[in-house]
């Protein structure tokens, strides 16, 4: 049954690197709140998170699935998210639409890459923040060295909410409990750890507690949802998934000292946009009138469209209607439903803070605010991690083309971290992701619900043309024909110009030596060949183009003519101004255990690349700042991965344009010139 007012739900997303057991750990807590009446395991693909074909070919999640259950009274809703970090976009999205995130740990491999990238987007997404131990059954687990590492690498607002007993087959409360046994670790002490956490969070509180007044467990209950929103409680748990241990006591303490999203402020709302945008004031209150975002966009074989929303204010019915963005036309609802695993329930109505899904309705994107009242309401949703890794594609068979576009664009509506364009310099369609296996993914999903299948190839780089020095340039076009001929003649000056002032045209002509009706033309011809490039077939920038003289003819001058003018004097001066091919510069953040920081400063030395700076992080990690030359790193994933052993992470931006070394210049000129004649 769906959840009556706001105080009676949680909604939490589990998040972790890979294999830390998350879809397990949800497939214990559906099983045992009577949710499933059997329990799923991943290998044979039967569980209720991963169950799409391709997640149950490869026995791991590629996208966020979403479920719920009632506990003690409370609904909770959870949000399986995917673990590898090429699939961390739809960890992301998972956190827009949730109040807890639940970083899960692998007691047999501990902290990886995931991990704190998680744990830190959880963070800065201003979510209250649980951690999970898992397997604390392997065979391999060294529970006591990996608290020590959880607690220095996310500081010391870890406290433990149980600890493991009888040989890991059980666990103990130590919030409840102020004495009993564990297989390491203190119980009285753990739990004055706790409590003086929860207290420092209130001040009346803490007061009455250091006036030495004993706090009852009901009032310190109360205040541990604030303890977890202000941070100063991480609470971790420790759990065995597959063999229920320590499911129970986690599901409880959800449903009981969770913050619920009357607990919780969500993210500013504006009414309006840019200067006269004024922030919109929000309750979860299913009495106010109608607030809601859409944070996540899916695709369901049945169903269609699938539009993930966070009820913020208000009640959701079938009835509803409601506008997005700055549009005035209003939009019905028509059917609210509830996600469980691959299935959808439809339900009468939903109030605040609970988690629906809307089903094909085309116009709404994530990040949109669904508003009753009139106005224009936008909001913010956690940013996506920028897409670097690229293959250009093409249809492996004719005639799917055009189907290809609109495919991509359905992909990347539904996942923030792939991206689709058409490049007009290289006329290649690009397809940007997080890594080779996430676009690997990405065209298997394209092949298994569109039936078109690409090849792919690494993307031609973007280079651009410049010049270095001043030049003049002249043509003269003259054409006779039947008729009448055609005239145009054309003197130039070009200059170079400083990195990103772009192109600029103007022209110090004196009398009538042009007519200024010629200019436009001119000026076009000039364009056509910034476009097109001059010694490579790359598009110009940084350079000025200044019309300094000409000739015309009083019958035979034509647009046409000075067109062709202008154009052959501008390469003529170009020719002449030492032009230099530029190539694009990156700037890289490079994270990746401290041990391997000689192995990637050697490796960047070897591409061209220079280190910026460095610094430690907890946990014995370093993030090094870099430059590099995008040709020398397009396919950084992969030698990353193989460096570190996949411990590695890294994102890129385009900084800027250099130009080209000499022998490299060469080299792509003559490739430039070998790809022209082999078109011919």
Known sequence: MPAKKPQDIRNIALLGHGGAGKTILVEAMLHAAGATNRFGTVEDGTTVMDHTDLEKETTHSVDPAMAHFDHAGKTINIIDAPGYPDFIGGAISALGGVDTGVIVVSASSGIEVSTR??????????????????????????????????????????????????????????????????????????????????????????????????????????????????????????????????VAELTDAIASYFPSPADVTHGQILNGEGEDAEAVEIAADAD?????????????????????????????????????????????????????????????????????????????RAGDILHADSGAMFGSIPPAPTPMYSLAVTPKSRGDEGKISEALSRLAEEDA??????????????????????????????????????????????????????????????????????????????EPLEQGSGFVFEQELFGESIPRQYLPAIEKGVRDVVASGVIAGYPMQDLKTVITDG??????????????????????????????????????????????????????????????????????????????????????????????GGQGSYTMELSHYDPVPGNVQQQIIANAQKAKEQEK
């Open 288 to 364: 106010k009138p109608l607030v809601a975002q859409a944070f996540r966009i899916a695709a369901d074989p049945f169903v269609g469209k699938l539009s993930w929303i966070r009820i913020l204010q208000g009640k959701l019915s079938g009835d509803s209607t409601f506008t997005i963005r700055d549009e005035r036309k209003s939009l019905k609802v028509g059917h609210v439903l509830k996600i469980q695993g691959a299935d959808t329930v439809e339900i009468s109505t939903a109030v605040a803070g609970d988690i629906v899904a809307l089903a094909k309705i085309e116009e709404i």
């Open 417 to 494: 971290t792939f991206v689709a364009h058409r490049d007009n310099q290289t006329n290649e369609t690009v397809i940007s992701g997080i890594g080779d296996l996430h676009l690997r993914m990405m065209l298997k999903k394209m092949a298994g619900r569109f039936n078109l299948e690409v090849e792919t190839k690494t993307p031609k780089i973007p280079y651009r043309e410049s010049i270095t020095t001043k030049a003049d340039g002249h043509y003269r076009h003259k054409k006779q024909t039947g008729g009448s001929g055609q005239f145009g003649e054309v003197y130039l000056r070009v």
């Open 117 to 246: 990238k998680l744990f830190t987007a959880a963070g800065q997404a201003a979510l209250a923040r649980a951690i999970v131990v898992n397997k604390i059954d392997a065979e391999n687990a060294d529970l006591p060295a990996l608290l020590k590492a959880i607690t220095e690498t996310f500081g010391q607002a870890v406290k433990c909410m149980n600890l493991p007993s009888d040989g890991g087959k059980k666990v103990v409360d130590c919030f409840s409990n102020d004495s009993g046994s564990s297989d390491f670790g203190d119980v009285a002490e753990t739990h004055t750890q706790l409590v003086e956490s929860v207290i420092e969070a209130d001040e009346e509180m803490m007061e009455a507690y250091l006036g030495g007044e004993e706090i009852l467990a009901d009032k310190l209950g109360s205040a541990f949802a604030g303890a977890m929103t202000s941070g100063t409680v991480i609470p971790l748990f420790f759990t065995a998934g597959r063999e229920q241990v320590g």
């Open 551 to 644: 000739k015309h003819h009083p019958v035979d001058s034509k647009e046409i003519a000075f067109r062709t003018a202008g154009k052959f004097a501008f390469i003529d001066a170009v020719q002449k101004a030492k032009a230099v091919l530029l190539e694009p510069i990156v700037t890289m953040e490079i994270t990746v255990p401290s041990e391997y920081m000689g192995d990637i400063a050697g490796d960047l030395s070897g591409r061209r690349g220079r280190i910026l700076g460095q610094d430690m992080l907890p946990g014995g990690i370093v993030s090094i700042s870099a430059q590099a030359p995008l040709s020398e790193v397009v396919q950084y994933n992969s030698q990353l991965r193989s460096v570190t």
